[in-house]
T-cell receptor, first 115, second 113 residues
Framework: AQSVTQLGSHVSVSEGALVLLRCNYSSSVPPYLFWYVQYPNQGLQLLLKYTSAATLVKGINGFEAEFKKSETSFHLTKPSAHMSDAAEYFC?????????????FGTGTRLKVLA | DAGVTQSPTHLIKTRGQQVTLRCSPKSGHDTVSWYQQALGQGPQFIFQYYEEEERQRGNFPDRFSGHQFPNYSSELNVNALLLGDSALYLC????????????FGPGTRLLVL
């Protein structure tokens, strides 16, 4: 069965510092992987997705993630944190086998950006 | 182009009551999924509808049921509400392809007293 583990329920970084949010997945074959961001009292917004076209995926707002099959990881990074990046971030896995349409989400990482 | 919309935004019910939540998908999307997000948790998959049929279901009891209409909009019904049903209910829409991006609505926050 597929699963997602997000290490660190809370991460704090200084403004301008590197952001690193960790995601490890469990799947028998390389799945589709997603990072979503959730601001307070809002739904989820897609940051980026991995669909096997390229291992380094660039998303919105300066975020990127690298798919590493050997480590079963899909960590999210941003070179320089901005105050507006403070939010909750979710990693999700889906597919690729036929009929596996649902997303399985991690428990989330709340990012705090310090001035 | 309107995104995914949900109604109502907030709802307060008492134990044992029934509730109906509504979702309109993003224009062009034909597949709707529902998720439950408890406080401090990630979203949990409830079920997905395609061609007016429930196609896939998560680990939720039969108290949770749904419907999809010919215009692809959807409803989530929860019967015999429990305190533990208090959560943010998210609707997501997509095209009918594995791995397609799901676009989420703002959610309906349900409080059961």
């Amino acid at each position: 069965a597929q699963s997602v583990t997000q290490l660190g329920s809370h991460v704090s970084v200084s403004e301008g510092a590197l952001v690193l949010l960790r995601c490890n997945y469990s799947s028998s074959v390389p799945p589709y992987l997603f990072w979503y961001v959730q601001y307070p009292n809002q739904g989820l917004q897609l940051l980026l997705k991995y669909t096997s076209a390229a291992t380094l995926v660039k998303g919105i707002n300066g975020f990127e993630a690298e798919f590493k099959k050997s480590e079963t990881s899909f960590h999210l990074t941003k070179p320089s944190a901005h105050m507006s990046d403070a939010a909750e971030y979710f990693c999700a896995v889906s597919g690729p086998t036929s009929g596996t349409y649902k997303y399985i989400f991690g428990t989330g990482t709340r990012l705090k950006v310090l001035a | 182009d309107a995104g995914v919309t949900q109604s109502p935004t907030h709802l307060i019910k008492t134990r044992g009551q029934q509730v109906t939540l509504r979702c309109s998908p993003k224009s062009g999307h034909d597949t709707v999924s529902w998720y439950q997000q408890a406080l401090g948790q990630g979203p949990q998959f409830i079920f997905q509808y395609y061609e007016e049929e429930e196609r896939q279901r998560g680990n939720f009891p039969d108290r949770f049921s749904g419907h999809q209409f010919p215009n692809y909009s959807s409803e989530l019904n929860v019967n015999a509400l429990l305190l533990g049903d208090s959560a943010l209910y998210l609707c997501a829409s997509t095209y009918d392809r594995v791995g397609e991006t799901q676009y989420f609505g703002p959610g309906t926050r349900l409080l059961v007293l």
